[in-house]
Every structure is written in C-alpha cells, then in structure tokens.
C-alpha cells in the first residue's frame, strides 16, 4: 500500500510517501524558518502563501524520491488540525484533488497523532500499554494508552506549551526563532544551576504541566538584571530556564510511571529533540527498567512521513474522508 501523505499545519510544508505504513520510501520537508525568523515567529498569511507555492514541487519530489508515479498511490492522507487554517486548507485542498483526479481514498489525518506515531517509524515493536508525553509549539499532553486504538489524558497544560515557552523566553533573550534549538545551543556551556527558577506544583495532585509562572519568572529575573546594570550571562540563563522546563516536564513524567503499570515511555513532538531532556529521562526509565523511546530528530519536529504512518492505520480501518471535510484549526486528539 502506497500512500502519499501531505503536512502543512504550521511552517514546514511536507510530503511523505509511505509503504505498508512504516517504511518511509521519501519524507520531503521545506521548512520556512528562515522566512519567519525575522518576525521572531511564524505569520500566517505569510505562512499560507508560501504552503501553495511550494506544496507541488514538494510532492513531485516526494514521488521522485520514492521512484513512484501519481498512478502507483492507494490513497492520499493530509494533515487536517490542528493547526493554521491558511496552512491547513492548502494541503487539505491538494490531497482532496489527487484523491478525485485519481479516484483513490482521501484520508484526513489528526497533526498530533502525528507527532505519537512518529515513534513507530523507528521502532514498530514498542511495548504497550504506554505513556507518552507530547511537547511541541502548540501541545503539551501526557498520555496513557493500553493499546493504540484508545488513550486516556492523563494532563496538560494549563497556559503555555513547552515549546512556546522555549520560543518566547528565547524571543525575549533574543536568541531568535525557533526558541527550542536556540536554547538548547546556548545552554550548551551554561550552568543549569545558576538561576533557580520556579517548577510549577499542582497542588491538586494532577498531572496538568504550567508554564506560565516560569515565563514570568525568567523575564522579572532579565528586568531585574537590566536595572541593576548587571550583565546577563546568556549561557547561564538559557542552561537554567531549560533545566526548569526539564524537571517539570520528567517530574511529572516520573509520577505518572510510578502510578500507572506500564511497558514503555515514548517522547513526542518537536521538544522532544532536546537532548538534554532525553538523557536525563533516559536514566530514570534505565533505573526503572522501561523501555524509552524518542523519533529521530527529523521525525520529531514536523514531517509528512509520520501523517503517513497514521494514514496507514486509518486505512487498514477504512477511515476514509468524503470530500466535504472542512480544516479544523483547533482539532483535539
Ligand atoms: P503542534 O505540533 O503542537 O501543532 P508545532 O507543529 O509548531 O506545534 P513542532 O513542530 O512539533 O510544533 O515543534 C516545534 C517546537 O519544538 C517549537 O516550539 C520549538 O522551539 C521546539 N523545539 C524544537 N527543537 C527543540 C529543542 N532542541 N529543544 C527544545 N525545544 C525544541
Ligand atoms: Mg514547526
Ligand atoms: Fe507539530
């Protein structure tokens, strides 16, 4: 089963051609980073404009690369939420044209299951039931699920997502777009330890993550170094700001694996290319024996080929979408 897959929710414009559902034969990206880098964020009419432009040579590369004509496709999957609507409506509208012109299935594909299945691309056999933490620019969900066909919220956040949160304070240093790598890079020879910055606790004993205390946190602690004149060490901050997120995001973590009997722990979404917090959830799931996974760093943040490994799911389950679906910006898992 051969399936083109397109994805198109935020500023990556993708296509991803997919056999059997896990073998990636092409997973083509055209990131538009470096058009919105100097907004400090992604515009969305900007963001549409450029989707349609360069959506089509995205595909044909896709299908190059895969050594596959239009005829050979069993069906064509999109991304159709969450996400921007100017996005979402130019590769939900292109899927839908190459499923009429080619009489073949359309499927509408949700861009966080997305995120999850991308685990699978890399490692088909991962144990269930499990839990997965889903960190990107606009989610962040802790999630149980015994076996694929069902998941359980287990929390969220109550404010900002873990990757908006690496993005303003990154904004706010200004270190650029996007925040996370940024971060990540400044921190490289800074000490985590320096600024002790506040974890959020719930005192209501959920799971539920926040970031909008940190956030504050961060930028009182800058105001407050421009007024006494003191120099900001940049390293320093960013490695201690990236520690706060860190130990909340693996706390809470940590405390849904200690309650809940399961097999295996997978990351999810562009956060989880933080290599620090890999390592460090990596050695509490070795000191527990579970297994832990995370995709690779292409997989993490957006791509086609992961909208193609649920695309294959939904197909084997005759999923199909008429064409009169709509995009849902605000599409919930
Ligand atoms: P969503 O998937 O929720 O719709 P999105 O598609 O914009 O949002 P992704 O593409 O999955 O999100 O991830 C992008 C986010 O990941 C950005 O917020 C970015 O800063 C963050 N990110 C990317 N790399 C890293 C990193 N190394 N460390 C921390 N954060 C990172
Ligand atoms: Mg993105
Ligand atoms: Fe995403």
């Known amino acids: 089963i051969f399936i083109l897959a397109l994805e198109s929710s935020c500023d990556e414009t993708a296509a991803s051609v997919t056999k059997n559902g896990l073998e990636v034969l092409s997973n083509v990206v055209s990131s538009q980073v470096e058009l919105h880098k100097k ?3 992604v515009v969305p009419e900007i963001a549409s404009r450029k989707h349609l432009e360069l959506l089509l040579p995205v595909i044909d ?5 895969a050594g596959l004509e ?3 496709l069993d069906a064509v999957a999109a991304t159709y939420g969450p996400g921007l609507v100017g996005g979402l409506l130019v590769g939900l509208t292109a899927a839908k044209a190459i499923s009429l012109s080619l009489e073949i299935p359309l499927i509408a594909v949700n861009h966080i299951a997305g995120h999850i299945y991308a685990n699978f691309i890399d490692n088909p056999e991962i144990k269930k039931p ?8 606009g989610h962040t969900d802790l999630l149980y699920f015994e076996d694929l066909k069902g998941y359980e919220i287990l929390g969220r956040t109550r404010d900002d997502a873990a990757g908006e949160a690496f993005d303003k304070i990154a904004r706010y ?12 890079k400044a921190a490289q020879n800074g000490n985590p330890e320096a600024v002790d910055f506040p974890r959020a606790v ?3 004993n959920s799971f539920d993550f926040s970031f909008s205390g940190l956030k504050t946190a961060v930028m009182n602690y800058i105001n407050n170094q421009k007024q006494k004149n003191i120099k900001i060490n940049k390293a320093d901050l960013a490695a201690s700001f990236q520690e706060a997120v860190i130990d909340s995001l693996s706390s809470k973590l940590l405390e849904a694996v200690e309650k809940y009997n399961i097999k295996s722990v997978v990351l999810s979404g562009g956060v989880a290319a933080n290599q620090r917090l890999r390592e460090i959830v990596a050695s509490k799931m070795k000191e527990l024996e579970i297994d832990f996974y995370y995709p690779s760093l292409e997989l993490c943040t957006d791509n086609a080929a992961m909208i193609g490994a649920v695309a294959y799911y939904q197909y ?3 999923d199909f979408a008429s064409l009169a679906i709509s995009a849902d910006p605000s599409l919930k898992l």
Do not use: H
Request: charged share 20%; aromatic share 8%; with cysteine.
């Open 39 to 41: 907004f400090g964020g």
């Open 61 to 65: 590369e896709a299908l190059e690369k």
């Open 70 to 72: 239009f005829a050979d």
């Open 130 to 137: 499990l839990i997965c933490l889903t960190i990107s620019g």
């Open 173 to 184: 240093m200004g270190l650029g777009y996007p925040g996370g790598p940024a971060i990540e």
């Open 202 to 204: 719930m005192n209501d």
């Open 316 to 318: 084997l389950d005759r």
